[in-house]
């Protein structure tokens, strides 16, 4: 079983309504982050968190809100999703309290706003 | 503020040939350097990390990268091409305070047999 989760796997929505995107891991990790990858600009940082209580904004977060449910459990929400939210979204986790662990990353969440 | 810069869009290479891929940084302090790679249709997996000692690291695949303080770089080496190898590569940097990684724009490699 893959460790970090990401659902729906894909998803088309209409400009203008709501959706959630979440994310799961098992990996024990106590920090989360979500992305956003468009061609040509890499990934940017939408928000992330360090721990079930700690959320922060990252480079692109304005339209976007998230919710730390538990540990293992990071979900996205656009509130009123609009067109230019098109994107590649993806979910990441790493450990502990040092600068040198890894981020694992989900497999991603292919979001068409129409 | 950190900062990554991947200066090529897109690196062609025949396989069996040896390829590079370019990446600058420019953070405050020590830096912690990092490559991704993604395949079509999936997410980013983990290949190699610079954090302290040996400026050249060895990491999955056969790929290595070599850090070079003075000149800001860590790029992404490999001594034969695999076809296999085509992918998407991101070069990341995180500084050494409390800070998520931040990314650059990615290098498309293309491996012609």
């Known amino acids: 079983d893959a460790d970090v989760t990401q659902t729906p796997r894909n998803r088309i929505t209409k400009t203008g309504k709501r959706i959630m995107l979440e994310c799961s891991q098992t990996k024990g990790h106590d920090r989360m982050y979500w992305y956003r990858q468009d061609p040509g600009l890499g990934l940017r940082l939408i928000y992330y968190?360090?721990?079930?209580?700690?959320?922060n904004k990252g480079e692109i977060s304005d339209g976007y809100s998230v919710s730390r449910q538990a540990q293992a459990k990071f979900s996205l929400s656009l509130e009123s999703a609009i067109p230019n939210q098109t994107a590649l979204y993806f979910c990441a986790t790493s450990a502990g309290d040092t600068s040198q662990e890894t981020q694992y990353f989900g497999p991603g969440t292919r979001l068409l706003v129409l | 503020a950190q900062s990554v810069a991947q200066p090529e869009d897109q690196v062609n290479v025949a396989e069996g040939n040896p390829l590079t891929v370019k990446c600058t940084y420019s953070?405050?302090?020590?830096?912690?350097l990092f490559w991704y790679v993604q395949y079509p249709n999936r997410g980013l997996q983990f290949l190699l990390k610079?954090?302290?000692?040996?400026?050249l690291v060895k990491g999955s695949y056969g790929f290595e990268a070599e850090f070079n303080k003075s000149q800001t770089s860590f790029h992404l080496k490999k001594p034969s091409a695999l076809v296999s190898d085509s992918a998407l590569y991101f070069c990341a940097v995180r500084d050494a305070g409390n800070t998520p990684l931040v990314f650059g724009k990615g290098t498309r490699l293309s491996v012609i047999a």
């Open positions: 968190s360090f721990d079930v209580k700690d959320i």
């Open positions: 610079y954090i302290t000692g040996d400026n």
């Open positions: 953070v405050s302090g020590n830096p912690y």
